[in-house]
């Protein structure tokens, strides 16, 4: 899948700005939807395409569910911990899609975190 260059631009910045931004996360990845990073920024020591390749599989599965249950598109996965939490979020930009994922320890605020992701997801979507 080709990503233009303008998109992993956008992509690399909203990472670096929700992690500088958001209390709590430690990690932001953003990949295709066949598992490949395109964008990554880190406090802590994660393997961005371990994550990338992971969460490309928990987006599939949310598609799925939520179409499978007629509940429209899906727009956010949360898999929650005792440690924190992932949120994975679909993009759809045109023709290229991408697959959102935060990593976020036990002291963030799951409402703020998915209130920022979905600022990201709307920066990347748009024209």
């Known amino acids: ?3 233009p260059h303008a998109i ?4 690399g910045d909203e990472a670096r700005r929700m992690l500088d931004e958001t209390t709590g996360v ?16 880190n406090l802590r020591d994660f393997q961005p395409s371990r994550i990338a390749a992971m969460a ?3 987006s599939a599965m949310g598609a799925v569910v939520s179409q499978e249950a007629r509940l429209g598109r899906c727009t956010c996965i ?5 440690k924190g939490f992932a949120l994975v979020s679909p993009v759809r930009n045109g023709e290229t899609e991408l697959v959102v994922n935060v990593i976020a320890d036990a002291g963030a605020v799951l409402a703020q975190v998915m209130y920022r992701t979905a600022a990201c997801v709307r920066a990347l979507e748009a024209p």
């Open 8 to 11: 992993k631009q956008r992509a």
């Open 56 to 58: 490309s599989s928990i």
């Open 1 to 3: 899948m080709r990503i």
């Open 26 to 41: 430690a990690s932001v990845v953003i990949a295709t939807p066949d598992g490949f990073e395109i964008a990554s920024a």
């Open 78 to 82: 949360t898999v929650a911990t005792d």
